[in-house]
């Protein structure tokens, strides 16, 4: 409702100021007795009561022009929502709307789960042809594996460089320790993760697989045993940047290191033999990390993967279409308890707009009461105030008091209250008419909603997935037996 700013007393606030001006105006003998016209003051005093009364009509009129206008708009909306309503209640076209719906993103869902197909083909086989029955397991952080064996391999170097320590301090020793580290580690791993194609059906794999192994094991004793012995010897070096030296020291400690096939291989201390057992230790742990670095079957988890990827994106199509397709039956029945919910809305609305209207016409007609009625009390006090003290006979007008009311036309209001009374009776009657009609389309929209979810979508998606089976077969030729 609009705020109505009502008259608060203005003019019977200016009651003393007026009877201060009437005995003024009589010391000077004002007015005088022949005047026909009121005075100045009292010319003031009545434009100052035509003002506010004037004030009161506009206000009274901007109302009514504002509830009038929501009247016509509600007529207006009466006839657009008996059209959405037939509308509605006629049709019958949801079902093909939900394919329409569903036949947008058709295309997508048969790409994306053709791709899955082929990802299950690819995994399958794989399996088949190399006897696999247990799911395929991997690091989730190669980053995370990896690290655990950089970090030793640092540690390594770091105590190593202690035991290469020469002339030419620990920089000397830490480079030394930083190859063998990097060759001892980095040798295991490689091998470690070599080692898994012994798990692969294929001979040649499997024989390559057992191979590493093979190699593995003597190397990494040798490996060891010769930068035990390269450390004694690289101790004695006098100039560990000469070339010449350096190859002889190697090639000393090389013949050393070889004995150890026939166990006769020496330690020069203790230290050596720290870094040998220490050597031995890390490369068996670095060989279990490169052969845990992925799964036993090398591609099983690559293919693993790129299955799980697949069915990610496969669900993620499958779900945002169904959640588009939900929005959309959503849609149709909010339409339509928007048209149940809309006449109630429009009688509410214009219910409050019909008490507007009766407060607007009792407040504006009480209001230009209260602005007369102050209006003579202000006047008679100027006039009384004149009279008490003038020694002449006062003007004849001051018998008569002008009227202010009068101004006021408050005979729109009975006619617009008869109009929007009309309109309230139109709509209830389209609310009482159309409103089982409605509550039944909702539970209709309400259940087609339900089984178009579950039953009718679960059917598109099969027939999704036929289609991309037949997109498959045209795409490659699928054997009973995966090839290898």
């Given amino acids: 409702m609009a705020v109505v700013a009502s008259y608060t007393g203005a003019l019977a606030k200016k009651s003393a100021e007026y009877r201060k001006l009437g005995e003024q105006e009589a010391a000077n003998h004002r007015p005088p007795s022949n005047a026909i016209h009121p005075d100045s ?131 000397g020793g830490f480079v030394v320790a930083l190859a063998v580290a990097v060759i001892n580690m980095g040798s295991a791993a490689g091998l470690g993760s070599l080692f898994r ?36 010897a690289y101790q004695t070096l006098s100039d560990p940047s000469d070339p010449l030296e350096l190859r002889e020291g190697f090639k000393e400690a090389w013949s050393e290191a070889a004995r ?40 099983y988890s690559k293919r693993d993967r790129a299955l799980k990827a697949a069915k990610a994106d496969e669900a993620a199509v499958q779900g945002r279409v169904k959640q588009k397709l939900k929005d959309f039956l959503h849609a149709q029945r909010t339409h339509v308890q928007g048209l149940s919910g809309q006449t109630g809305t429009l009688i509410a609305a214009l219910t409050r ?71 309230l009776i139109e709509l209830e009657e389209l609310q009482a008419k159309h409103r089982d009609e409605l509550n039944n389309k909702q539970n209709q929209l309400q259940g087609h909603m339900a089984d178009t979810l579950s039953t009718s979508f679960d059917a598109f998606i099969r027939r999704v997935e036929e289609d991309a089976k037949g997109a498959v077969e045209r795409d490659i030729q699928i054997m009973p037996v995966a090839a290898q």
Avoid at 46 to 67: C, G, H, K, P, Y
Avoid at 359 to 383: C, F, K, M, P
Avoid at 398 to 413: G, L, M, R, S
């Fill in 41 to 171: 003051h009292e010319v003031t005093l009545r434009t100052e009561a035509d003002a506010l009364t004037a004030s009161e009509q506009r206000i009274f009129d901007a109302i009514i022009s504002e509830v009038v206008k929501s009247s016509l708009d509600a007529q207006s909306r009466i006839t657009e929502l008996k059209a959405d309503i037939q509308q509605s209640l006629a049709d019958n076209t949801l079902a093909s709307q939900v394919d329409a719906e569903l036949s947008a993103d058709r295309g997508q869902l048969v790409e994306v789960t053709a791709t899955r197909i082929r990802r299950e083909v690819d995994w399958r086989s794989f399996r088949a042809a190399n006897g696999i029955t247990e799911m395929a397991h991997y690091p989730e952080s190669l980053i995370w594996h990896w690290g655990i064996i950089l970090s030793l391999a640092f540690v390594e170097t770091v105590v190593n460089a202690f035991f290469y320590e020469n002339a030419n301090g620990l920089v």
């Fill in 197 to 232: 194609r012994k798990n692969l059906s294929a001979p040649e794999q499997k024989y390559f697989g057992w191979f590493c192994l093979i190699v593995f094991i003597p190397l990494t004793f040798f490996c060891n045993a010769l930068f035990a012995a390269f450390r004694s």
């Fill in 260 to 299: 150890i096939f026939v166990f006769d291989f020496h330690f020069q201390d203790f230290a050596s033999f720290l870094l040998f057992m220490t050597g031995v230790a890390l490369s068996f742990f670095a060989f279990w990390k490169g052969y845990t670095s992925d799964d036993p079957y090398p591609g």
């Fill in 353 to 423: 707009r019909l008490s507007e209207v009766e407060h607007v016409q009792r407040s504006t007609l009480a209001n230009a009461n209260s602005i007369e009625r102050d209006y003579h009390l202000v006047l008679d006090g100027y006039r009384q105030a004149n009279l008490a003290i003038r020694g002449t006979e006062p003007p004849a007008y001051f018998a008569d008091k002008p009227v202010t009311a009068h101004a006021i036309n408050t005979d729109a209001a009975p006619a617009t209250i008869s109009e929007i009374k009309g309109v």
